[in-house]
């Protein structure tokens, strides 16, 4: 997330990993690229939903794994997340609340503004990221249920590497919130905190290992891309929002297969794509504020209705897609520019410095 620690992943009677020295930006920037498809995953566009929703979020969650620290004892631990993950969803929902009532009342007046503020206050406490019918009628808070379970899927790994089998221990939590999932929802995304956790310690595993230090063989990346691209053509899936694998167990070997090319084509673009990656590594240390940012804009935008604004006077529908991913890029890089120059929201968003990215590696 926002300013996510890459200084130090010390060891611990938790796990081993090896020290970090410094930075490792095309991690920074494969999570702004795992930020940009999850903007335009939220459109309904179907070309772009059958590649993000192959890796997007699993992503996500083995990129904030990478850099877990198990330093610090587990409760003053939790205690520090809940302050950087929870305090910003909370502070973000009534803002949230609050405009969608104003934009509600002023602009779309067919919208009931109050008993709609009601209903996302619901949604706000109850914070699931997606509408459910069981155990009730469950409203949808949006892309801030990612906070509440990366909470729960961090304090998970961390209780997980505390075992003696910690792998076995995180397949066995994931497996629980997938299967619970489909008997009722609980409150809070711990559910796909649970699933989301196997990924987070797979990211942990790569960094203890090096794995992303490592040259892959040539014959294992066509493996891989013809099964991402297999994939794809077929719909292979994995939404952890709702806990679905649309094709079991190839939906997890998928997003991961698709999230390592993903990082290894971040270490080629960090060394060949300059400008695309000062771009993605920026977003990518600035992803808590994006993500609140484009929270709000995900109730408050008429991001769909602008088809059919648009079309009428021309604009074809592809045209009309990239204007909507462009302006819910701008609206949450508004919102990374003031908060960094706004005390309050410093602090809020626990925002450290920009790390820009080092000079070119010349060939030896």
Request: aromatic share 14%; hydrophobic share 55%.
């Amino acid at each position: 997330m926002s300013g996510a620690t890459a200084s130090s992943s010390p060891s611990s009677t938790e796990g081993q990993s090896k020290p970090v020295k410094q930075r490792i930006c095309y991690i920074d920037i494969a999570k702004g690229f795992a930020m940009l498809c999850i903007i335009a995953g939220h459109f309904g566009i179907v070309s772009a939903e059958r590649f993000v929703f192959t890796f997007h979020v699993p992503l996500f969650f083995l990129l904030s794994g990478y850099f877990l620290s198990t330093k610090v004892s587990f409760l003053p631990f939790m205690k520090q997340k809940a302050r950087q993950l929870l305090v910003p969803y909370y502070v973000t929902g009534v803002v949230l609340l609050v405009v969608a009532t104003v934009v509600n009342h002023f602009v779309w007046p067919e919208i009931d503004a109050l008993n709609n503020a009601k209903s996302m206050l619901g949604a706000l406490l109850y914070g699931s990221g997606a509408p459910h019918s069981e155990p009730f009628a469950i409203r949808q808070i949006g892309l801030l249920w990612f906070l509440w379970a990366l909470f729960f899927s961090t304090g998970f790994t961390r209780l997980a590497l505390k075992t003696k089998y910690p792998l076995l221990t995180v397949c066995l939590i994931a497996a629980v919130g997938w299967a619970s999932s489909k008997v009722t929802w609980l409150p809070f995304s711990i559910q796909p905190g649970a699933m989301a956790s196997f990924f987070m310690y797979l990211g942990f595993l790569a960094r203890k290992h090096g794995i992303l230090d490592k040259k892959p063989p040539l014959a294992l990346i066509i493996a891989l891309i013809l099964l991402w691209i297999a994939s794809i053509y077929f719909g292979v899936s994995i939404n952890i929002v709702v806990c679905f694998l649309s094709h079991g167990l190839l939906s997890i070997a998928t997003s991961i297969a698709a999230s390592y090319l993903v990082v290894l084509a971040c270490k080629v673009a960090e060394q060949r794509l300059r400008t695309v990656s000062r771009f993605l590594n920026f977003f990518g240390q600035t992803t808590l504020i994006v993500m609140c940012f484009h929270a709000i804009s995900d109730f408050c935008f008429p991001n769909l209705m602008l088809y059919s604004w648009l079309e009428p006077f021309g604009f074809p529908h592809t045209a009309v897609s990239v204007l909507i991913l462009v302006l819910n890029v701008l609206w949450p890089l508004l919102g990374v520019f003031v908060s960094l120059r706004v005390p309050l929201l410093r602090k809020l968003f626990s925002v450290r410095p920009i790390s820009p990215l080092p000079e070119r590696k010349l060939a030896a």
